[in-house]
């Protein structure tokens, strides 16, 4: 290694755990590596929004289609909350895709899949909806001039 990147390397922050494992979930999954059971819960909790023919990751998860009948390559990854990853990726200039991942002690509970949705995730908590603290936006780059469909996404 050479100085510059040691020197990088020690001045850039660990990555959270949980934004290592979804990426590794990526990786895997790009590499047509199966081997993601320990990964994800084997009871995990899934929702999609979105047109019908997209549920490409729950395909990808089950088995039912490989890495190459859809590519998912994330554009980012950003880790939220103690236990939330959001990925967001564009595929082309049709394709807008946001997924949302929670784990449990380093397990992938739950995934929410997006596609064609501006999203924007709200920290409730404080149970006044006027102090309510926006953790996440899609950033829609590619895409701003299209109009797509917004939610809001409460934790």
């Known amino acids: 290694m050479d100085a510059e990147k040691a020197i990088n390397s020690t001045l850039a922050p660990p990555e959270n755990p949980n934004a290592t494992t979804v990426r590794n979930l990526y990786e895997a ?3 047509g590596d199966r081997k993601i059971s320990g990964l994800i819960a084997s009871d995990l909790e899934w929702w999609f929004h979105g047109p019908q023919n997209c549920h ?77 603290t926006t953790l996440w936006q899609s950033h829609p780059r590619d895409l701003a001039k299209r109009s797509l469909p917004g939610l809001m996404l409460a934790i």
């Open 56 to 132: 490409h990751m729950m395909k990808m998860l089950t088995g039912k289609s490989s890495s190459s009948d859809f590519k998912f390559e994330p554009r980012s990854i950003d880790a939220i909350d103690d236990d939330c990853v959001i990925v967001e990726g564009w595929e082309g200039a049709q394709v807008y895709w946001v997924h949302v991942w929670i784990l449990k002690d380093g397990v992938i509970t739950q995934f929410r899949e997006y596609f064609n949705t501006w999203l924007t995730v709200r920290d409730l908590r404080p149970m006044n909806c006027f102090s309510a």
């Open 29 to 31: 999954l790009a590499s």
